[in-house]
Structure formats: C-alpha cells, structure tokens
C-alpha cells in the first residue's frame, strides 16, 4: 500500500504562484509513475502533469507553459509548481502514484487551489 499526503493548496490572485507537495509513503520502491491531476466543480478528473521513473514528463496542454512537476531528492515526495495561476485553474488538486504506469492505483485526498481574479 502507499500513502499519499498532498500539501501546499490555498487562496492566491491571479497570476500568483503556489507549490503543491505530495509526500509518499508505504510501499514505494516499485512505484514507477507519479502524478498530479485536477478536479473542477462539475468536471471530470483531468491529468495536470505526471512523470515516470523513466523521466519522462507529460503536461496538460494547457498548462504546460506555466507548472513544472519534479521529484525531491528522496524520491519520496513529488511537486508542482505552477505560475501565472488562472481562475481556470481553481480546483481540488490530486496526487496519483503506481507501480503499474499509466493504470493508477493510489491517490491522495486533495489540495483544494483557489485562484481568485
């Protein structure tokens, strides 16, 4: 089992900044994908960024300009930083990890982000 704990969500002004962390923890040696998803109010779940233990990287198209997803130095912690925050981008911010990329078997409870205009 892996545990997933996000932090770092909160209320900022368009064109802020915020850094979402998500802490790992369990079984985490064979974990091969790790990544950040978004959930907006009437929307479906949707991929923000996410990178492989290949180091591979995918970004929402959208996005991709402006967040940066990266892993710590212990491997156990994964990040998003996102500039140039949007109204669009208010949702509830996930963490997903795997041993069986691109199929998700764990996430964490959630970062609520606000981006007010």
């Known amino acids: 089992q892996v545990q997933l704990v996000e932090s770092g969500g909160g209320l900022v002004q368009a064109g802020g900044s915020l850094r979402l962390s998500c802490v790992a923890s369990g079984t985490i040696f064979n974990i091969n994908g790790m990544g950040w998803y978004r959930q907006a109010p009437g929307k479906q779940r949707e991929l923000v960024a996410a990178?492989?233990?290949?180091?591979?990287?995918m970004y929402k198209d959208s996005v991709k300009d402006r967040v940066t997803i990266s892993r710590g130095d212990a491997k156990n912690t994964l990040y998003l930083q996102m500039n140039s925050l949007k109204p669009e981008d208010t949702a509830v911010y996930y963490c997903a990890a795997t041993p069986r990329w691109p199929n998700l078997d764990y996430w964490g409870q959630g970062t609520q982000v606000t981006v007010s205009s």
């Open positions: 990178l492989t233990s290949s180091g591979r990287t």
